[in-house]
């Protein structure tokens, strides 16, 4: 650990100046993943502060998910899990194409190993936010896939896709093998040529539902993506993720607009 001490002037407390410390020492790479870390009584003495304050610098960095306890070993710097890369370039034409689905192909690309698992096929009324993209009326009938996937042996994204009924009705969208290139080679077969995407990403705190779910560790947050694939015409899917903010890392490459 970095020689860092306390000082009184600041307007930080002295407990958030030990975790910050500890936090730039882990996000450095000074404390690696899986190395312990100092313990509370470590802390008081090097910091000279009191023990309930050592205490909740480590608990902070707890509440971040930064690092676990385990009962009669001490605090260890957490064990990142693998990391899934999402941009752009998952939505070209060229990659269904070649016959995969975008998640298919940003998990391929990193070399690790995925599935989906089918959480529900069925028709359901539109919620209202759903409804107002689609311009119809909320309740009104929609098509919806729920599911979850998986890279390795985490569940890392709860994912709803909506589609109009006559969109997908006697296609594979209804069913849970939507064949080669996936949803959106199906809809293109059928005439529904995709132009554009629109995505919104929010990051929160997760439901406990999703909590368990995920299988999130406490203070890892969600990231929840919206995105809108339009045709010529308007939106041919309304898609809801809900994803492991500790589990992706989001590249985007764009033209700059003049």
């Known amino acids: 650990m970095r020689v860092v001490t306390i000082n009184p002037a600041s307007p930080v407390s002295p407990s958030q100046q030990i975790a910050g410390a500890l936090r730039d020492d882990i996000r450095s790479g000074l404390l690696p993943e899986g190395a312990r870390l100092p313990s509370t009584a470590q802390l008081t003495e090097r910091f000279g502060v009191a023990y309930q304050t050592a205490r909740q610098a480590i608990n902070s960095l707890k509440a971040e998910g930064l690092v676990e306890g385990h009962v009669g070993r001490g605090v260890f710097v957490k064990q990142r899990p693998q990391m899934m890369r999402l941009g752009s370039e998952r939505y070209s034409r060229r990659i269904r194409q070649a016959g995969k689905a975008p998640f298919q192909a940003e998990a391929d690309a990193a070399g690790l190993h995925w599935r989906q698992e089918i959480l529900e096929l069925s028709t359901v009324p539109a919620p209202a936010w759903v409804a107002e993209w689609f311009g119809i009326e909320a309740g009104a009938d929609v ?20 589609y109009s009924l006559d969109a997908v009705s006697g296609t594979l969208v209804t069913q849970e093998n939507t064949g080669p290139g996936g949803s959106y080679a199906r809809l293109e077969e059928r005439g529904y040529r995709i132009v554009r995407f629109r995505e919104e990403l929010t990051s929160r705190p997760p439901t406990h539902e999703e909590a368990v779910s995920l299988r999130l560790k406490p203070g890892v947050a969600v990231i929840e993506l919206h995105r809108i694939a339009f045709t010529e015409t308007g939106p041919v899917e309304v898609f809801r993720s809900v994803m492991a903010g500790d589990r992706y890392t989001f590249a985007y490459e764009f033209e700059a607009p003049e």
């Not at 919806?144 to 994912?159: C, G």
């Open 143 to 162: 098509f919806v896939r729920r599911r979850r996937t998986w890279i390795e042996d985490s569940p890392t994204q709860l994912a709803d896709s909506y």
